[in-house]
């Protein structure tokens, strides 16, 4: 149990467009979701935090208009880096829990490279 | 001053051996610590979770908390080459609404066969 996704595993794109990334609970129902990213060598840093059904808490020096986050259902969330720079090119993790577990669940992340 | 701290190693310990990996923490009201074990490229995996004061065993892991000294760690026994990897001490923001976790940055465990 308590299986989430990510999708894609990798992807490279271009200087200036957007990228979606979709992080999934397999067999729960994720009430909350985060977002993390980890550059190389270095620990994981939140990023947001996602309620279903309500807009993302985003930590501080995080961008919300440049980092997207949806999450419309209880097993989706969603992140969209937009008009993305060689700078955000890192490892992008999400992770969920349950209502009223603390244990977070985290997805196999995504690679993202900006050329 | 750090919320987690943990020392970065490598840590080197040779193969069969007892891997013990430390963490200290500075707010005294925490109460629910983690060890996560990271691979190389990979995403973080849980291993274990522990609440109360003590030792709380699962398999060859065996994680110990003080309270009182704020510290956790982890006991990895009869270490094998597959131990290798990034173990990362967490436990959950206080101040979060939201089961926010605080990682520490991690300690490079190598097993040497």
């Known amino acids: 149990g308590a299986v989430v996704s990510q999708h894609p595993s990798r992807v490279i794109c271009k200087s200036g467009t957007s990228v979606k990334i979709e992080c999934r609970s397999l067999d729960f129902q994720a009430t909350t979701m985060f977002w993390y990213r980890q550059f190389p060598k270095q620990s994981l840093m939140l990023m947001a935090t996602?309620?279903?059904?309500?807009?993302?808490?985003?930590e501080q020096g995080v961008e919300k208009d440049k980092f997207l986050i949806n999450h419309a259902s209880l097993t989706l969330s969603t992140l969209t880096v937009t008009s993305a720079h060689p700078e955000d090119s890192s490892f992008y993790i999400c992770?969920?829990?349950?209502?009223?577990?603390?244990?977070?669940?985290f997805g196999p992340g995504t690679r993202l490279t900006v050329l | 001053q750090k919320e987690v701290e943990q020392n970065s190693g490598p840590l080197s310990v040779p193969e069969g051996a007892i891997a013990s990996l430390n963490c200290t923490y500075s707010?005294?009201?925490?109460?629910?610590f983690f060890w996560y074990r990271q691979y190389s490229g990979k995403s973080p995996e849980l291993i274990m979770s522990?609440?109360?004061?003590g030792d709380k065993e699962d398999g060859r892991f065996t994680a110990q908390l003080n309270k009182a000294s704020q510290y956790v760690s982890l006991l990895i026994r009869d270490s094998q080459p597959s131990d290798s990897a990034t173990y990362l001490c967490a436990l959950v923001d206080l101040y979060s609404s939201a089961s926010k976790i605080i990682f520490g940055s991690g300690t490079r465990l190598s097993i040497r066969p």
């Open positions: 996602s309620n279903e059904g309500s807009k993302a808490t985003y």
């Open positions: 522990i609440y109360s004061n």
């Open positions: 992770s969920a829990e349950t209502s009223g577990a603390d244990t977070q669940y």
């Open positions: 707010d005294r009201g925490s109460q629910s």
